[in-house]
T-cell receptor, first 116, second 111 residues
């Protein structure tokens, strides 16, 4: 167990629907990162939050949004889902922000989203 | 911007063979470099890391040396096992927060 908890593990939904993926970071970690892993795009950075504030944005679609709550858990909201959104969505956390770049991340086991 | 290029897979080897997975990077400044491993059905796990030039990261028999002159961080293991079958990702982290990953290399070890 890495300490980063993601729920649900699997999600199957229809096109046009909206889903929410949840991530609880490792205890003490303030930064949460979301990544999308698909067969054709590899691992793509979506967005980062640090202590409740958005810090960096990557290749995140406008249909997607995220937030980090006061208890530091984060949710990734995916709306108007398309078939191409089917992927593994990973959350990661780290204990430092920009200064300590030699820290790696701790990843959760991911949420597998299938859009049918 | 920062980028990582890994050797394309899939790579298939026999047990006890020598493994090299090439990784080169483009970055400004002095990034930290990482190798992550993803076993089937699981998330990514940090395998090893190096934070400055000439550092050698090692773990579970795997090694990688941070070579600034060739901007490389190749992963090596002297004798692979079936249990090493997984997808391996090279990554860098620069002054900004996010990790930038290579495309991943799928490794299969046959008994």
């Amino acid at each position: 167990d890495s300490g980063v908890t993601q729920t649900p593990k699997h999600l199957i939904t229809a096109t046009g629907q909206r889903v929410t993926l949840r991530c609880s970071p490792r205890s003490g970690d303030l930064s949460v990162y979301w990544y999308q892993q698909s067969l054709d795009q590899g691992l793509q950075f979506l967005i980062q939050y640090y202590n409740g504030e958005e810090r960096a944005k990557g290749n995140i679609l406008e249909r997607f949004s995220a937030q980090q709550f006061p208890d530091l858990h984060s949710e990734l909201n995916l709306s108007s889902l398309e078939l191409g959104d089917s992927a593994l969505y990973f959350c990661a956390s780290s204990s430092r922000d920009r200064v300590f770049a030699h820290y790696g991340y701790t990843f959760g086991s991911g949420t597998r989203l299938t859009v049918v | 911007g920062n980028s990582v290029t890994q050797m394309e897979g899939p790579v298939t080897l026999s047990e006890e063979a020598f493994l090299t997975i090439n990784c080169t990077y483009t970055a400004t400044g002095y990034p930290s470099l990482f190798w992550y491993v993803q076993y089937p059905g699981e998330g990514l796990q940090l395998l090893l890391k190096a934070t400055k030039a000439d550092d050698k990261g090692s773990n579970k028999g795997f090694e990688a040396t941070y070579r600034k002159e060739t901007t490389s961080f190749h992963l090596e293991k002297g004798s692979v096992q079936v249990s090493d079958s997984a997808v391996y990702f090279c990554a860098l982290r620069g002054g900004a927060q996010k990790l930038v990953f290579g495309q991943g290399t799928r490794l299969t070890i046959n008994p």
